[in-house]
């Protein structure tokens, strides 16, 4: 299967939407494999690989770049919807 | 380990082995470039400043411009001055001769014009080539070699791909002992705190912290509502979702280790490790500064494609996709594309790893082929 994500640092709690990715579809790029995306997620945008508890820091790169703004969901497509600085 | 360079009296090492011909001000640019045309192999090395300027501009210039003929990769300068202007090419010659390279000067006043400058420059330069021709590349090791970064033209794969790419490399080149520069504060603003936790000691993590919130105010104050432009996320339908994580995506070309200092425009590092320039984004600027402080390699990721290089230094471009790779195959070196089709980063990072070495040690890249020698002066004030 082609790959559709990219975990960019190991402590990372979310991956990058290569292609866009359709609700229900495999993430495909990360282990343990198996994981589906639970919404669409956007071409290049985050998805969630663990849930992630309102107010705990959304990581990418290794770094916090932004805090949950409510409960996010493993497979949840993660923006500025449910996120704040 | 390491590799063969040219190794040069201050105990830098050279990748390239260029001779200079530099105008001390602008006014002598017309005679640097007679000269550029005889000599095609000779690097030329021509500017908007030297004369009317100011104060911290003035020195900007000055440094840089001394720092330039300082570069690693430098054999042998010539200076080229007018004669009555306030970058005096004697005292230039002097500065860049203090680090060990061949060096001379000649003033157009008191050579009697163009003419009789550009033939006195034609034999001073044949005995600098002919100089540096003698120099042979030796064992270096990566401690000798500083590479510079930078990112112009990016795309939303840009962070996702290139960036990381380089950032993989970057930590391979401090693990080596090389000395790595990350430039361009304004593309760090929104990550101040991140940067500031990542400093070897408290008062360089308020220096950073404050070099980044001052020149997000600079923004704002001179472009007023435009700031948006460069401090905001620029991308929220491409995915990026506040200024961090945009930022993020710049300064992850850095890699991961702890930042040892910080240096001013054109400032050569003094520490080994990455270490951060206070640079403009702007590609051309950035690259001259960290030229002129010793960078004698620079890696350039882009998405959009750039095609710039440098006069003294090879710039490594880094495409972030496979569509701008093949698009504008004549400017790019690596393509970190195979990144989203399941190629492992620890393999890219080996072959850009290789290829810096082969570099180093004399492969020519695209920019070189395409003599694509681009140079411009930063300053910040009015000229009088």
Same mark, same amino acid.
């Given at each position: 299967?082609?790959?559709?994500?990219?975990?960019?640092?190991?402590?990372?709690?979310?991956?990058?939407?290569?292609?866009?990715?359709?609700?229900?579809?495999?993430?495909?790029?990360?282990?343990?494999?198996?994981?589906? @995306?639970?919404?669409? +997620?956007?071409?290049?945008?985050? *998805?969630?690989? %663990?849930?992630? $508890? /309102?107010?705990?820091?959304?990581?990418?790169?290794?770094?916090?770049?932004?805090? @949950?703004?409510?409960? +996010?969901?493993?497979?949840?497509? *993660?923006?500025? %919807?449910?996120? $704040? /600085? | 380990?390491?590799?063969?360079?040219?190794?040069?009296?201050?105990?830098?090492?050279?990748?390239?082995?260029?001779?200079?011909?530099?105008?001390?001000?602008?006014?002598?640019?017309?005679?640097?470039?007679?000269?550029?045309?005889?000599?095609?192999?000779?690097?030329?090395?021509?500017?908007?400043?030297?004369?009317?300027?100011?104060?911290?501009?003035?020195?900007?210039?000055?440094?840089?411009?001394?720092?330039?003929?300082?570069?690693?990769?430098?054999?042998?300068?010539?200076?080229?001055?007018?004669?009555?202007?306030?970058?005096?090419?004697?005292?230039?010659?002097?500065?860049?001769?203090?680090?060990?390279?061949?060096?001379?000067?000649?003033?157009?006043?008191?050579?009697?014009?163009?003419?009789?400058?550009?033939?006195?420059?034609?034999?001073?330069?044949?005995?600098?080539?002919?100089?540096?021709?003698?120099?042979?590349?030796?064992?270096?090791?990566?401690?000798?070699?500083?590479?510079?970064?930078?990112?112009?033209?990016?795309?939303?794969?840009?962070?996702?791909?290139?960036?990381?790419?380089?950032?993989?490399?970057?930590?391979?080149?401090?693990?080596?002992?090389?000395?790595?520069?990350?430039?361009?504060?304004?593309?760090?603003?929104?990550?101040?705190?991140?940067?500031?936790?990542?400093?070897?000691?408290?008062?360089?993590?308020?220096?950073?912290?404050?070099?980044?919130?001052?020149?997000?105010?600079?923004?704002?104050?001179?472009?007023?509502?435009?700031?948006?432009?460069?401090?905001?996320?620029?991308?929220?339908?491409?995915?990026?979702?506040?200024?961090?994580?945009?930022?993020?995506?710049?300064?992850?070309?850095?890699?991961?280790?702890?930042?040892?200092?910080?240096?001013?425009?054109?400032?050569?590092?003094?520490?080994?490790?990455?270490?951060?320039?206070?640079?403009?984004?702007?590609?051309?600027?950035?690259?001259?500064?960290?030229?002129?402080?010793?960078?004698?390699?620079?890696?350039?990721?882009?998405?959009?494609?750039?095609?710039?290089?440098?006069?003294?230094?090879?710039?490594?471009?880094?495409?972030?996709?496979?569509?701008?790779?093949?698009?504008?195959?004549?400017?790019?070196?690596?393509?970190?594309?195979?990144?989203?089709?399941?190629?492992?980063?620890?393999?890219?990072?080996?072959?850009?790893?290789?290829?810096?070495?082969?570099?180093?040690?004399?492969?020519?890249?695209?920019?070189?082929?395409?003599?694509?020698?681009?140079?411009?002066?930063?300053?910040?004030?009015?000229?009088?």
């Amino acid at each position: 299967m082609k790959q559709n994500v990219i975990q960019i640092h190991p402590k990372d709690n979310v991956a990058v939407a290569v292609a866009e990715i359709r609700e229900g579809e495999v993430l495909v790029g990360i282990s343990p494999a198996g994981m589906r @995306a639970v919404t669409t +997620i956007p071409r290049h945008h985050k *998805v969630a690989l %663990h849930d992630i $508890k /309102a107010e705990s820091p959304v990581i990418r790169y290794g770094e916090k770049i932004a805090a @949950a703004a409510s409960l +996010i969901g493993a497979g949840e497509w *993660v923006h500025t %919807h449910n996120t $704040k /600085a | 380990m390491g590799f063969l360079g040219y190794r040069r009296k201050d105990g830098t090492c050279g990748v390239r082995n260029h001779v200079v011909v530099m105008s001390s001000v602008s006014c002598a640019n017309g005679v640097v470039h007679a000269i550029g045309r005889a000599f095609p192999e000779v690097k030329s090395i021509t500017h908007t400043e030297g004369c009317g300027r100011a104060g911290e501009d003035l020195e900007m210039a000055i440094r840089t411009l001394s720092g330039l003929g300082r570069n690693g990769n430098v054999a042998g300068v010539l200076v080229v001055g007018l004669g009555c202007e306030s970058i005096n090419a004697k005292n230039l010659a002097d500065e860049i001769g203090s680090a060990g390279r061949l060096v001379a000067h000649l003033s157009i006043q008191d050579a009697g014009g163009t003419v009789k400058a550009t033939a006195e420059a034609m034999g001073i330069v044949k005995d600098l080539i002919r100089q540096a021709h003698v120099q042979e590349r030796e064992a270096c090791s990566w401690s000798q070699l500083t590479v510079g970064l930078e990112c112009g033209g990016s795309d939303a794969l840009s962070g996702i791909t290139a960036n990381c790419l380089v950032g993989a490399v970057a930590d391979w080149l401090v693990e080596q002992g090389a000395t790595v520069i990350l430039s361009e504060t304004t593309e760090m603003i929104g990550t101040e705190e991140i940067l500031r936790n990542r400093a070897t000691d408290p008062a360089l993590g308020k220096k950073i912290f404050d070099l980044i919130v001052n020149q997000k105010k600079k923004a704002e104050e001179i472009l007023g509502p435009l700031a948006s432009l460069v401090i905001s996320p620029g991308n929220m339908e491409g995915g990026l979702s506040n200024i961090t994580e945009k930022s993020m995506g710049c300064i992850i070309k850095g890699g991961t280790t702890p930042i040892r200092e910080v240096v001013a425009y054109g400032a050569a590092p003094s520490e080994k490790g990455l270490v951060i320039m206070d640079t403009p984004g702007s590609d051309i600027f950035s690259l001259t500064g960290m030229a002129a402080g010793g960078a004698q390699l620079i890696l350039f990721t882009t998405g959009r494609g750039s095609p710039v290089g440098f006069p003294v230094v090879p710039v490594i471009k880094v495409a972030s996709n496979h569509q701008v790779f093949e698009r504008m195959n004549d400017d790019m070196d690596v393509n970190a594309g195979t990144l989203i089709d399941g190629a492992s980063l620890v393999e890219v990072r080996d072959d850009l790893t290789a290829l810096v070495k082969e570099v180093a040690e004399g492969k020519s890249i695209k920019a070189e082929i395409n003599m694509q020698d681009v140079l411009s002066l930063y300053t910040t004030g009015p000229s009088f």
